[in-house]
Nanobody, 122 residues
Framework: QVHLMESGGGLVQAGGSLRLSCVGS????????MGWFRQAPGEEREFVAA????????YSADSVKGRFTISRDNRIDTVYLQMNNLKPDDTAVYSC???????????????WGQGTQVTVSS
């Protein structure tokens, strides 16, 4: 059974940083594209960033480029999202995702985590 467990969310002031982690189990983590999505209250879920399985190629939304960095450690089946210079507009539930498809624009995952809340105060 596939399981994705996020951690690292919380409350932070604008300009601050957080690092989200997601541990995957029940699937061959090293062969899957991994990513992060977020959903703010009353908004649709939106793509944040994703990383390819082995070469580590990344793709990020324009809204987070230069501030958020996605990375992975296949030795411990974990994907990270380092978030710097956070803004109130970044407030959302952040969910980890895994997919067998290659990393392409409009990448769609197969599996989702439960999500972790990130709140940025002004």
């Amino acid at each position: 059974q596939v399981h994705l467990m996020e951690s690292g969310g919380g409350l932070v002031q604008a300009g601050g940083s957080l690092r989200l982690s997601c541990v995957g189990s029940g699937f061959a983590f090293e062969w899957f594209t991994m990513g992060w999505f977020r959903q703010a209250p009353g908004e649709e879920r939106e793509f944040v960033a994703a990383i390819s399985p082995t070469r580590g190629s990344t793709y990020s939304a324009d809204s987070v480029k230069g501030r958020f960095t996605i990375s992975r450690d296949n030795r411990i089946d974990t994907v990270y999202l380092q978030m710097n210079n956070l803004k109130p507009d970044d407030t959302a539930v952040y969910s980890c995702a895994a997919g067998s498809a290659s990393l392409v624009p409009n990448w769609q995952p197969d599996y989702w985590g439960q999500g972790t809340q990130v709140t940025v105060s002004s």
